[in-house]
C-alpha cells in the first residue's frame, strides 16, 4: 500500500542549529513529493515538490530536501533555523491524484 | 499565487443540529476540491473528493449521510455535518488542485468546528 511516513513525532533543535526532519515513502513507482508547514491552527503552506529532475530541490524560507531513490526518503533540510520555524511539517506524495500526508513532525525551537 | 478561503474559519454548534462550511477558489477554476479531516496533533485524513456536476467520492469509513458535500460550481465547495456531535469536534481542511494538474494542491486556511 502507498505510504508516507515520518518517523520523528517531534523534534527539538536550539536556534541557529541545523534541521533535518525524515520522511520516507513507499510507491509503485515514485510519487511526487511535498513538504507543508502548518503553525497552529493554521492551513498547509507548500515548503518545496518534487516531481522530477534535480534530486536536491530548494524551497521557501531556505529550506531545502533531497530526494534520494535508494532510500525512499524526502528529508527536510535547513541549515540555521530560527524560532520562526517552530511549526508542524508534513511529509506528502501523491502518485497523481489523491495525497498522501505523513503523521507530521512537531519542530520545537529553543532559544 | 492562487488563493482557496474557506467559511467560516471558525464555528460552535449545539450537537444535533448543522453546520455548513464552504471553500471557494478564489481565482482559478476547479471541477475537483478535496476535503480533509485533521484531529488535534494529527495528520490530515481525506475524507473526501468533491466534483463538480457529479456525486462526491467519499474515503472509506466516511459516512456520505453525514458529511454532505456538494460542489455546485466551479469555484465552490460546501461541507455539511448533519446532526453533529461532539466526535464531529474537528479542523476541516479542503484543498484544489492547481491548474497545472492534480498533483499540485492549494490548501484553505481551515474551518475549526467544535460541537457542544
Known amino acids: 500500500a502507498q505510504s508516507v511516513t515520518q518517523p520523528d513525532i517531534h523534534i527539538t533543535v536550539s536556534e541557529g542549529a541545523s534541521l533535518e526532519l525524515r520522511c520516507n515513502y513507499s510507491y509503485g513507482a515514485t510519487p511526487y513529493l511535498f513538504w507543508y508547514v502548518q503553525s497552529p491552527g493554521q492551513g498547509l503552506q507548500l515548503l518545496l515538490k518534487?516531481?522530477?529532475?534535480?534530486?536536491l530541490v530548494q524551497g521557501i524560507k531556505g529550506f531545502e530536501a533531497e530526494f534520494k531513490r535508494s532510500q525512499s526518503s524526502f528529508n527536510l533540510r535547513k541549515p540555521s533555523v530560527h524560532w520562526s520555524d517552530a511549526a508542524e511539517y508534513f511529509c506528502?506524495?501523491?502518485?497523481?491524484?489523491?495525497?498522501?500526508f505523513g503523521a507530521g513532525t512537531r519542530l520545537f525551537v529553543k532559544a | 499565487g492562487a488563493v482557496v478561503s474557506q467559511h467560516p474559519s471558525r464555528v460552535i454548534c449545539k450537537s444535533g443540529t448543522s453546520v455548513k462550511i464552504e471553500c471557494r477558489s478564489l481565482d482559478f477554476q476547479a471541477t475537483t476540491m478535496f476535503w480533509y479531516r485533521q484531529f488535534p496533533k494529527q495528520s490530515l485524513m481525506l475524507m473526501a473528493t468533491s466534483n463538480e456536476g457529479s456525486k462526491a467520492t467519499y474515503e472509506q469509513g466516511v459516512e456520505k449521510d453525514k458529511f454532505l458535500i456538494n460542489h455546485a460550481s466551479l469555484t465552490l465547495s460546501t461541507l455539511t455535518v448533519t446532526s453533529a456531535h461532539p466526535e464531529d469536534s474537528s479542523f476541516y481542511i479542503c484543498s484544489a488542485p492547481s491548474g497545472t494538474g492534480l498533483y499540485e494542491q492549494y490548501f484553505g486556511p481551515g474551518t475549526r468546528l467544535t460541537v457542544t
Open positions: 518534487y516531481f522530477s529532475g534535480d534530486t
Open positions: 506528502a506524495g501523491t502518485g497523481g491524484f489523491k495525497t498522501i
